[in-house]
Each structure stands twice: as structure tokens, then as C-alpha cells.
């Protein structure tokens, strides 16, 4: 038993088929040479060896978006994985079997790699009951577009405040318990190097705070969205003690976790304070795979478009003002249309009909990711608009590393003197590529760089997509 428990703490043991042993052996065998060969393999003296150097490093990935789920939310971590093997890490990606997803893209299953070993458990969805008693669409409740509250009748308003109320941190709360007690089990067999949790939704960082506590496996949470600045807060209607209980969990996590990291440097900044150590600034980017064939503007039309989830608090009336001038103008005018490809509020969606017409608007709810690229290059001019709302600051939507790389003026409104407005007006797009981004992670996660020459890929280098030639209008 002492050579099991020795070799399940180099991590060899999940490993134990590769050198010809097999698990009775492992489990009842004393064999004190054995054990130094295993010991030698294992050992972190032989990390240049490429045919030992990453046998036994995986990471376990707690996610509650994956495909066949859409969306921002999904990308972030699919793109990690999807780079992960080529610097030596094998993604083990936790995830409901049974999810509700307001938008489904079966076409990103294209970027999971074969190396990802997938375990999957189900999940109890309270918005299925949620959407029936409120009669809602699918998506509305758990894509961002929450009604305003004269839209909402009085059921809609007690479901939205049962879920604030009563659902702490989220909906998935019911997931952490059985969770933890299904990774526990699977972890004692097959052991990884890390944990990594992402939220939202942040119940999946309750799993892995879990798992540290009861494992002592090093857990990195990973936060695409702040926790108490999350969008529609108001519309939850937070009682004095829940309001408090979020903050409690939310300081709990951001001390205990080993490692932070967030999408945003003003993010980082904002829990560095809370936990009393640094936290690490990830941003998200762009897959310069996703890029390698390039579309032309068309000039059929002038095309602006909003490419994501537009809801009511993204609503600017600036930007309503400079479409009007932009469809008066004597060239264009007549050939201006407006595309919103996502998820759009539906007052916004009729004041722009109001504004341009129903045939010079083209509104459609979702399509998949690489379609959106095309249409997204296809585009004269790419329309950014930031929250309003007191997360801005630090908001860099996901987009605007694809608006970079399709190298197309953007309308940038709201975010002044934010996080997106230095990322539009100061980056380069190089530095933002998945590959790029998986390098720094995997510093994060083993203090050393990979082996993977991203220099060779068909990054835009030569491309700048900064202010030089990606012209921006800050209103």
C-alpha cells in the first residue's frame, strides 16, 4: 500500500499501463526498486525528455459551458484546451451531461481536441421551470436579457427574485454537492496536477474551493466576469442577507483560491485588494486558426454591425444619433443597414426598425461562430457597445479581440477610460491569439514556458491591428 499511495503522489499511477504494470501489482507490490524507477520517471529532473516530460501532467477544467453550447462564455476555455496538448497538458473537462444552454453551436466541437478526456455528470436546471412559469424563451432568462422591470410581469418578478434570493451564488448551486463528492472519487484514481475553475456560473468555483480543502490539489479560479459586478444584480432585488452571503463567498474563494485570474486588469486590480497578493490578468482573444481565410468587405452595402449579446443596458443613445447621420449621408445612406447577429433586447431591436426600416435592419438571433467571423469581416464598420453599468470599467467584451483581428473601424461607446478602450486603442493583436494566451496560462499553472514555436503560425503580426490602421471613435 505504501508504493500506491507513493506513486498516486508523483501522479504516475494514472500512468501505470505506460511501463507495463498493472493495478495489482501497484496496489499489493513493495517492491522498493520498482519504486525508484517509478520515482525517477515521475520526477521533475527529466522534464526535457519529451517522451517523460508530460506523461503525467493533467489538469481538470470545472466548467459548466462546453459545446454544444455557444456563445462567449464557451470559447474562453474550449480555445485553452484546444492548445493545451501541443504544450504538454492533457484538459480533463467536468461538465454537465444535461445542461440548459440558451444557445447551442454544435459546430465548436470542431476545436476539442482528442487528447480532452470529458467526464460528465448531470445537472438540475431550475430555468427549465423558471421559463415555464414565467413563459418565457429559451435564453432570455440565462443570456443576459432580463426585461426592465415595467416589462416584467408578476410572476416574472418573483422568479427573478427567488433566483437572486435563494439561488446563491447561481442557479447551479445544486451541482456543487454531488460534484465534489463524484471528483473526490474519481481524483483518488486519477490524479491531476491542478484544478481549474471558471465562472461564471461561480457555483463551480464552490467545487474546486471544495476539492482543494479536502484533496489539497492546487485550484486556479478563473473569473470571466466579476461575481458581485455581474450584470442585471439590480434586477434580482438582493435582500440585505443574500447581498451579504455573496460577499462572503466571493472573499472566501479570492482568498483561498492558490491562484487568480481574471479577463481584466481593472478585475485584477479590484480582488488583488481583496485577497492581499497579486492576482494575474488573462485577457480573452482571438484563434488565429479561426482567421486564416479572410473575407472582403462587401460592397453591396455599408454594413454596420453589433456581433454578440445586445441587451438593454448596452443601449447608448449616442450611437442612435451617429446611425441616423450615417444613413442621411448622401453617398452611403442609401446602402446602409444595420446587422445585429446575437441575442438583442427587444426595445432596441424596434427602435432600430423605428429608425431604419424593417428591410434595412438584419437581426438574427444566433449563428455559428465561424459564420459570425465572416460576417463580422464582411462588415464596413464593427460596433462596440459597453455596459452601462458600474462593471464597466473593467468589461472587455470577447468580441473586440475578433473585431481587432478582422481589421475593420470600430464605434466604440461606453468604457471610457476602461480596460476595452486601452485593449482598442493600444494593443497589439499578436499579443491576443489563443496560442499566445494558453503560454502564459500554462506559466501560471508550472512557472515555465512550452515547446509549442507559436512564432510560425499564421498570426496577423504583420497586420497591426492597432490604431494604425483599426481606426476607433471613442463617443
Not at 177 to 201: K, R
Not at 326 to 349: A, F, N, R, Y
Request: glycine share 6%.
Amino acid at each position: 500500500m505504501y508504493l500506491y499511495q507513493k506513486l498516486e503522489r508523483y501522479g504516475v499511477f494514472s500512468s501505470y499501463s505506460k511501463f507495463g504494470i498493472s493495478e495489482n501489482v501497484l496496489t499489493k507490490c513493495e517492491n522498493h526498486i520498482l519504486l525508484l524507477i517509478c520515482e525517477f520517471l515521475a520526477s521533475p529532473s527529466l522534464q526535457y525528455f519529451s517522451i517523460f516530460a508530460h506523461m503525467y501532467r493533467r489538469v481538470l477544467i470545472i466548467t459548466y459551458y462546453w459545446p454544444p453550447a455557444g456563445g462567449g462564455g464557451v470559447q474562453r476555455w474550449l480555445k485553452f484546451a484546444k492548445y493545451m496538448p501541443q504544450c504538454g497538458i492533457i484538459p480533463v473537462i467536468y461538465t454537465p451531461s444535461n445542461a440548459d444552454y440558451p444557445i447551442i453551436d454544435k459546430t465548436l466541437a470542431a476545436d476539442i481536441p482528442p487528447e480532452v478526456e470529458m467526464l460528465y455528470r448531470p445537472i438540475i436546471e431550475p430555468y427549465r421551470l423558471f421559463r415555464k412559469l414565467s413563459r418565457q424563451k429559451k435564453g432570455k432568462i440565462s443570456a443576459g436579457l432580463i426585461q426592465n422591470k415595467e416589462n416584467q410581469g408578476v410572476v416574472q418578478k418573483f422568479l427573478t427574485w427567488l433566483r437572486g434570493n435563494f439561488f446563491i451564488p447561481d442557479a447551479r448551486i445544486t451541482w456543487v454537492n454531488p460534484s465534489v463528492a463524484f471528483l473526490e472519487d474519481y481524483l483518488l484514481y486519477n490524479p491531476v496536477d491542478a484544478i481549474i475553475t471558471t465562472g461564471p456560473p461561480h457555483s463551480m468555483h464552490l467545487i474546486g474551493m471544495e476539492l482543494q480543502k479536502r484533496m489539497g490539489i492546487r485550484w486556479i479560479a478563473d473569473f470571466r466576469d466579476q461575481w458581485l459586478k455581474m450584470d442585471n444584480k439590480e434586477h434580482f432585488k438582493l435582500s440585505f442577507a443574500s447581498m451579504r452571503k455573496h460577499e462572503a463567498l466571493e472573499r472566501k474563494v479570492v482568498q483561498q483560491a492558490d491562484e487568480v485570474i481574471c479577463v481584466s486588469w481593472t478585475a485584477a486590480n479590484e480582488y488583488a485588494k481583496l485577497r492581499g497578493k497579486p492576482v494575474h490578468t488573462i485577457t480573452n482573444g482571438y484563434d488565429h486558426e479561426d482567421f486564416e481565410k479572410r473575407y472582403e468587405r462587401r460592397g453591396d452595402y455599408y454594413i454596420i454591425g453589433h456581433y454578440g449579446t445586445l441587451g438593454a443596458d448596452r443601449d447608448h443613445p449616442e450611437f442612435w444619433q451617429r446611425l441616423q447621420e450615417e444613413q442621411s449621408h448622401p453617398i452611403l445612406g442609401h446602402k446602409t443597414v444595420l446587422e445585429l447577429i446575437g441575442p438583442t433586447d427587444e426595445q432596441i431591436l424596434n427602435k432600430a426598425i423605428a429608425l431604419m426600416g424593417r428591410e434595412r435592419v438584419w437581426q438574427q438571433d444566433y449563428l455559428p461562430h465561424l459564420e459570425v467571423l465572416k460576417h463580422m469581416q464582411e462588415a464596413s464598420v464593427l460596433v462596440l457597445l459597453v455596459n452601462r453599468n458600474e462593471s464597466a470599467p473593467g468589461r472587455i467584451p470577447g468580441k473586440v479581440f475578433e473585431y481587432l483581428a478582422c481589421e475593420r473601424p470600430i464605434w466604440l461607446y461606453g468604457g471610457e477610460g476602461g480596460d476595452v478602450e486601452k485593449v482598442v486603442t493600444e494593443a497589439s493583436g499578436a499579443s491576443f491569439t489563443r496560442v499566445f494566451l494558453t503560454i502564459r496560462l500554462m506559466i501560471i499553472l508550472y512557472n515555465e514556458n512550452c515547446n509549442y514555436n507559436w512564432r510560425k503560425t499564421k498570426l496577423h503580426e504583420s497586420r497591426k491591428t492597432n490604431q494604425s490602421n483599426a481606426k476607433w471613435w471613442k463617443v
